[in-house]
């Protein structure tokens, strides 16, 4: 049987103060102030060669949580924008004809110090100098088709993510 049904309305009152009470203290003890968001790609040529759903895997299982992920194509306008802290270099044109020609996996992060440890995860840029074990090393076809990006500065996270999510997007 239903126990609620045989308590007394002030009995259920209390249970329902509980409830509000623990939601509260739950809520604070998240101690979000510890928590750091940054921005990822799974780029092309991982979406392409079906990699996506490893590279998720090993996010998770470092303990970043999604809080924000969408399937997109990103025009060449889109692309540019996105890179152009990059527009004098030389391999501009090529990177961003790389990360629009097919769709790309946008996503955000949290754990503590997500930054530095999506960085870590990823591995260095180029894939013949990444430690072994990390996402670049394991699945990047080169310097340039290196399967991941990710924010390397909470200003430059605090850029990316409005880029592509809205606040309501975030969960
Ligand atoms: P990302 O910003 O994508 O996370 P990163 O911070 O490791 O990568 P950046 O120097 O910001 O490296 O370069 C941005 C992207 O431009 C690289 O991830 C790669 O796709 C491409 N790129 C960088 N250097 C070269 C290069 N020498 N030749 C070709 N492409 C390059
Ligand atoms: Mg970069």
Not at 112 to 138: C, F, H, S, V, Y
Request: aromatic letters at 10%; charged letters at 25%; hydrophobic letters at 40%.
């Amino acid at each position: 049987m239903n126990q609620s049904m045989n308590e007394p309305p002030s009995k259920k009152l209390d249970n329902l103060r509980a409830g509000v009470l623990s939601e509260m203290f739950s809520f604070m003890t998240k101690s979000e102030e510890d928590m750091e968001r940054t921005f990822a790609i799974i780029k092309p040529d991982a979406v392409e060669r079906k990699l996506a759903g490893k590279i998720l895997d090993r996010i998770e299982a470092k303990g970043f949580s999604i809080v924000g992920m969408k399937k997109i194509k990103l025009s060449r306008e889109q692309a540019e924008g996105f890179y152009y802290v990059h527009k004098a270099r030389p391999f501009f044109n090529d990177l961003c004809a790389f990360m629009s020609r097919s769709p790309v996996i946008v996503l955000c992060l949290e754990k503590e110090n997500a930054i530095a440890d999506w960085r870590t995860l990823m591995g260095a840029t180029n894939p013949a100098n990444a430690e072994p074990g990390t996402i670049r090393k394991d699945f990047a076809v080169n310097i340039e088709e290196n399967s991941s990006h990710g924010s390397d500065a909470p200003e430059t996270a605090a850029f990316e993510i409005p880029y592509f999510f809205s606040t309501l997007e975030l969960v």
